[in-house]
């Protein structure tokens, strides 16, 4: 699973000065990332000793315990300055 997060971050996450990403919805889309490849998912534990790991490493960013979520206003963790890509764009109805 180390290979898969290291694709994971670098096809799925992208550094967008301005954007958060909470922890919660890094696993959201890491878990999607794996069923789009026939893999089981992981547990969050799991998903947490990998992924915040390789976001360092890639972009210099350690988690944080200041994300606001828009939902509910509440302080997650998570990372500053960082997004998720679009991997594939929605068919646009013309």
């Not at 994971?8 to 490849?37: I, M, N, S, W």
């Not at 998912?41 to 972009?59: G, T």
């Not at 200041?66 to 997004?83: A, L, P, R």
């Amino acid at each position: 699973y180390e290979r898969v997060a290291r694709s994971f971050v670098e096809q799925v996450l992208e550094r967008l000065p301005g954007e958060t990403l909470t922890l919660t919805d890094a696993y959201v889309h890491f878990c999607e990332y794996l069923r789009k490849r026939n893999m089981p998912p992981v547990n969050r534990r799991i998903f947490k000793d990998l992924v915040p790991p390789v976001v360092k490493q890639e972009y210099d960013l350690g988690i944080r315990h200041d994300i606001v979520n828009q939902g509910d206003n509440g302080w997650h963790y998570g990372w500053k300055g960082i997004g998720i890509l679009d991997p594939e764009p929605a068919v646009q109805d013309h």
